[in-house]
């Protein structure tokens, strides 16, 4: 063995097959803490405790067999004082340049001939390093855990959405049905206003029943959803029926262009128009009555955009970066709302992977848009 | 989903290959940490006149890690199940079983399960449990050395979430990939490997030892670091009708180290007839 080799900075064995060692070099010998005779002619399992003895058989032994030099494998050497030093090991074969020039047959040909392959090995310590490891394996475990109890959390919650939704959906046909019955029934004995509380009561009620059968079905496709080919007319008229009494009393009007079909979530998209227009209304100008205006344009064949158009008070412009933020209150206090709205519909148009944006001018009236992925034609 | 494409999944979850020419069938299993490749220079020497069914078992090798369910390879019971699954998948009768390690208790619980689909089980570096049991069994290991073990494995396998894990996934690779994974002592997913090294060396199926009725040959090898030499012999001592042979061949893997020794004991066990075979009732 050449003299740097042997006070090199790095541990060196070579063995056989059999895993004799035929070789050590000092540096690796001190730190085993036994002479070097002591320890050639040994099997090299006699450097390892148990567990990487179980390695070595089983994992590192079969791969130097069979094609490759094992590089940086992880493994601890025992002292002779039962010390263990955690190091990285390359193990190669050691005629590999002559192997190469043969069109590198040992793959194929077991040593029948009885003469024996050699390995070398050469090792560093490594005691920085698996100390980060250990922290690495530690924070990857805790990190996978999370992520498990998350997922386990998620699917508990969506299970409990979905039984609420089912245990929601008697007692609205039952309301519908009731509403029904007194309608059938009763209907004669009732004014004007009795009579139009009444039809109130079985067209909420529908539409209650409505967003369950949504819901469950959002439900059954998981948090993803899958899309679908979807109407707009339909979403829109669906979710403008909600604002039926309060557009009436309010003097709006809805105008709707021609809407395309796109590939999105229906119960999603009712309640983004929803949003929208519940948005308009309640943001609608004192001095004129509202006028909502929905239309589309397609930007390619892929694209829509959708506008959804009101002349009501206007966000300012230093704002309209910031309304669909969640919790943004435009307006204060003075007009109900959870401040959420907006971001709902920030939310299911990334969902549908579209953008939504906002132009505005104080006093004219915004114009709320967003794009969605048209049907392929 | 049809008959036919059950034992379609079935062949390709284990990746099974058959070849030879024969009409009586050799299975050849691997052991832990590997896969059929284990058997590259033994195999290929029955292919003259038997039928050589070779397999990785699940999340080993090209098995079809996508069908690996934790749950059912938590025990050997669901390794145990794949090789019935393949043998009825290939309509095999009278097998020849031949394990290494770990699988050869893979092929007991099998034979214990359809006795009738077996007619020899080959038994290489054998062990029924690597635990030690003190004072009555020592089978190498205490638990600590497992736990060892297994903390051995998280690290070597640390990067294989973020490097391996893409080529892997990918059931048929390009040959570069391929080869890559070849080339890498970690190429199995880690959370397959640790399972398959939990239900390995947790496992004590000593008390299954009786019930084997087909005829075992028990090949120890000398200086095995995995299996203490008196394991070989507690082996031969309670499986009703089995042979005992030592090989000169060191170390665990003699399918490796010695080919030419292990195919000939192999294969002379086979043609053996039943009345030559040394038999011992207890």
């Known amino acids: 063995m050449s003299d740097i080799l042997e006070f090199a900075p790095c541990g060196y064995i070579r063995f056989s097959e059999t895993g004799i060692i035929e070789r050590i070099n000092s540096t ?37 067999k069979f094609s490759a030099d094992v590089e940086e494998c992880h493994f601890k050497l025992l002292t002779r004082s039962g010390e263990r030093i955690p190091v990285l090991g390359n193990f190669y074969w050691s005629e590999r340049e002559a192997c190469a020039s043969s069109n590198d047959d040992r793959t194929n040909q077991p040593q029948l001939d009885g003469s024996t392959t050699l390995y070398d090995v050469i090792i560093i310590r490594a005691h920085k390093r698996h100390q980060l490891e250990n922290a690495l394996v530690l924070a990857q475990q805790k990190a996978d855990a999370t992520v498990r109890e998350l997922k386990k959390s998620n699917d508990s919650l969506g299970r409990f959405a979905n039984m609420v939704a089912h245990d929601l959906k008697s ?73 039926s009494e309060s557009m009436a009393t309010t003097g709006a ?17 009712v309640q983004l128009f929803q949003n929208l227009i519940g948005n308009a209304i309640k943001y609608r100008s004192p ?16 694209e829509c955009k959708i506008w959804v158009k009101d002349n009501g008070v206007g966000i300012p412009a230093q704002y309209q970066q910031d309304v669909f933020d969640i919790l943004f209150r ?48 | 989903m049809n008959q036919s494409s059950i034992l379609d999944r079935i062949i390709r979850r284990n990746n099974v290959c058959i070849s030879g020419q024969g009409d009586r069938a050799v299975m050849f299993v691997h052991g832990l940490g590997c896969d059929q490749r284990m058997w590259r220079y033994v195999a290929p020497t029955f292919e003259v006149d038997f039928k050589v069914i070779l397999m990785d078992l699940s999340g080993c090798g090209r098995s079809d890690l996508s069908a690996f369910d934790l749950d059912r390879y938590s025990n050997l019971e669901g390794y145990a199940q794949d090789i019935l699954e393949v043998i009825a998948a290939l309509d095999l009768q009278d097998v020849v079983f031949v394990g290494h390690s770990v699988s050869i208790m893979l092929g007991a619980i099998a034979s214990i399960r359809q006795p009738e689909k077996f007619s020899k089980l080959i038994m290489v ?48 690779p390009s040959p570069e990939l391929a ?11 880690p959370i397959t490997a640790k399972a398959f090294a939990k239900a390995t060396f947790y496992a004590d199926c000593r008390s299954l030892l009786p019930e084997i009725v087909t005829p075992c040959l028990v090949m120890q090898c000398s200086e095995d670091a995995l299996v203490p030499e008196p394991v070989g012999e507690y082996l031969h001592h309670h499986i009703p009708k089995s042979s005992y042979i030592k ?33 011992r009732q207890i």
Request: contains cysteine.
């Open chain 1, 287 to 302: 001095d004129r009555s509202l006028i909502i205006d929905i239309q589309a344009t397609q930007i390619d064949e892929k």
């Open chain 1, 253 to 269: 009007t809805l105008q709707i262009g021609r809407l395309p079909t796109v590939m999105g979530i229906e119960i999603q998209l």
């Open chain 2, 125 to 172: 570096a054998p062990s029924p449990c690597y635990l030690n049991y003190p004072p009555d069994y020592l089978g190498g290991f205490d638990r600590e050395d497992i736990e060892e073990l297994l903390d051995l494995m998280d690290k070597n396998y640390m990067g294989w979430a973020s490097f391996l894990a893409p080529l892997a996934i990918d059931y048929c």
């Open chain 2, 179 to 189: 080869q890559e994974l070849e080339s890498s002592f970690c190429s199995t997913d």
């Open chain 1, 330 to 377: 435009l307006h204060g206090k003075d007009l109900e709302g959870a401040g959420i709205g907006l971001a709902t519909c920030k939310w299911i148009v990334q969902n549908h992977l579209g953008t939504i944006g906002v132009e505005s001018n104080i006093d004219e009236g915004s114009s709320f848009y967003f794009t969605l992925r048209s049907i392929d034609r």
């Open chain 1, 28 to 64: 690796l010998a001190n730190w085993i803490g036994a002479p070097k005779h002591a320890i050639e002619g040994q099997s090299i399992q006699s450097l390892l405790p148990k567990a990487g003895q179980i390695f070595l058989q089983s994992y590192i032994f079969p791969q130097l």
């Open chain 2, 247 to 279: 090989l000169t061949a060191t170390g665990h893997c003699p399918h490796l180290s010695q080919p030419v020794e292990t195919a000939a004991f192999i294969r002379s066990y086979i043609s053996a007839s039943m009345a030559n075979t040394v038999s």
């Open chain 1, 171 to 243: 007692p609205l046909r039952n309301i519908n049905r009731l509403a029904e019955y007194l309608s059938d029934d009763y209907e004669d004995l009732l004014d004007d206003d009795g009579k139009d509380l009444l039809k109130k009561l079985d067209s909420t009620s529908q539409q209650a029943i409505y967003f369950v059968d949504k819901l469950l079905e959002y439900g059954s496709l998981g948090a993803k959803g899958t899309l679908e080919e979807v109407d707009l007319n339909r979403v829109v008229t669906i979710a403008s029926e909600t604002f």
